[in-house]
């Protein structure tokens, strides 16, 4: 629609008189897919403003029901690691359903053309500065928890920085992998990607995919797979010691909580953006 200044006074002024038709912060969902019936991941419109480094995350969500009181609205946000790296245009997510979420119970229906509320204020340690340098470098996921490195994997400055780019990600089911296991098969056969991460780069990479509830070729926690050598044997790789490993974890509480004592156990540090160290970790989003 043209506009002019005049039109662009006269909505000023009758703004307050007139119901908004748009969301605070507002983006625009432009893909949906649905991997399971317990997890999805959407694509949405970038702020012009929006800067974030690879691996951070930012809250999203949408307006809560009507206070029956006041009939006022707040905003429903959750904390969501952007998983699309930080040259994309668009932003993209990776979320699971829950069905009495107060957010994903209503987000899991969002089709392209709707409107969610995206905070643009990124934050996060999965962040290649809260990281000494080193040869290889560790992303360790369980469900949803890929997000992060599914943003990190598209990142150039990923293969600048490492040798071996090594990506276990665990999930009860194998459906639960799908997202993951399609993301780095695209990124190997992409051309736009080969041209821009560079085939020798996406070498790098080692995909490993275990299940822990359904038959699957690799069973098992990787916490356990660490500990008893199996991922180094399976891999062709020296354990992880502090002089050449560097690690990034992302998942349940629980299994941060056992992947730190995993990695102290191999003589890595935990650091922060302010602090480098050996190794970071972040809590995926639950529920
Ligand atoms: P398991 O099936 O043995 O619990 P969840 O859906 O509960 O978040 O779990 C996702 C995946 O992470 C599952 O495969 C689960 O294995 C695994 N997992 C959960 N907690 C831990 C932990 N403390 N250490 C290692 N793996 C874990």
């Not at 694509?43 to 974030?52: H, Q, T």
Request: glycine letters at 8%; aromatic letters at 8%; hydrophobic letters at 35%.
């Amino acid at each position: 629609m043209y506009m002019n200044e005049m039109t662009a006074v006269t909505d000023t002024e009758i703004a307050p008189t007139k119901a908004k038709p748009t969301l605070p912060d507002a983006q625009t969902v432009t893909a949906v897919k649905h991997w399971t019936d317990r997890l999805f991941s959407f694509r949405v419109s970038r702020p012009a403003s929006l800067r974030f480094r690879s691996g951070e995350f930012v809250m999203i969500g949408l307006m809560g029901d009507p206070d029956p009181n006041t009939g006022k609205q707040k905003p429903l946000l959750r904390a969501y690691s952007i998983a699309s790296p930080a040259w994309d245009e668009e932003l993209e997510f990776y979320s699971i359903k829950v069905q009495d979420g107060p957010l994903t119970s209503r987000l899991q229906h969002i089709q392209p053309g709707d409107e969610i509320i995206l905070r643009p204020k990124p934050v996060g340690t999965l962040v290649h500065d809260a990281l000494l340098p080193g040869k290889n470098i560790w992303f360790f996921a369980t469900g949803t928890g890929f997000a992060p490195f599914a943003s990190l994997l598209r990142e150039p400055e990923t293969y600048e920085k490492y040798e071996k780019v090594i990506i276990t990600h665990t999930c009860r089911e194998v459906g639960e992998l799908e997202y993951g296991r399609k993301l780095i098969e695209d990124l190997k056969q992409d051309e736009l990607m080969i041209e821009l991460l560079g085939e020798e780069n996406l070498a790098k990479i080692h995909y490993y995919p275990t299940t822990t509830r359904e038959e699957s070729p690799r069973m098992g926690r990787i916490t356990e797979l660490l500990q008893d050598g199996t991922v180094f044997k399976d891999l062709g790789i020296d354990p992880i010691n502090p002089a050449d490993d560097r690690a990034m974890v992302c998942g349940s509480l629980a299994f941060n909580k056992d992947m730190q004592t995993t990695l102290e156990g191999f003589g890595l540090r935990e650091g922060a953006n302010s602090d480098p160290k050996e190794y970071v970790v972040e809590k995926a989003f639950v529920g």
